[in-house]
């Protein structure tokens, strides 16, 4: 398990369905997904999206951002995993394979 200043160090996954029927609704999805790579998120799969946070409290900042810039419309869900869950993920392929997520490197300040 990693630790980052006596903090336990997490992951937030977001999972979202947004419509994209409208010109709005598109707009809408778009803005959203902007504002996950913005705020560090990396996608894992379509309408998936990692982030790994420093501590829980880190976490929490980044869910109330998350939760402030959700579309009205569609569903978005937050999910938050150690990394020791995380890293007990299974990852099927198919013909196709990409590397998978790695956590950052962690620098230490004293």
Not at 33 to 42: C, H, I, K, S, V
Not at 77 to 95: A, C, E, W, Y
Not at 97 to 108: C, G, H, M
Request: hydrophobic fraction near 40%.
């Amino acid at each position: 398990m990693a630790f980052f200043g006596g903090y336990r160090t997490v992951w937030l996954i977001v999972l979202f369905d947004l419509p994209t029927t409208t010109a709005e609704e598109r707009t809408d999805y778009r803005h959203f997904r902007e504002f996950l790579l913005d705020d560090g998120y990396a996608m894992i799969q379509y309408s998936v999206y990692a982030r790994h946070c420093a501590s829980n409290e880190n976490a929490a900042v980044h869910m109330s951002r998350t939760q402030a810039c959700i579309p009205p419309d569609g569903e978005v869900r937050v999910l938050s995993m150690t990394d020791k869950q995380f890293g007990r993920m299974n990852i099927f392929h198919g013909r196709i394979r990409r590397k998978a997520e790695q956590p950052p490197e962690q620098v230490l300040l004293l």
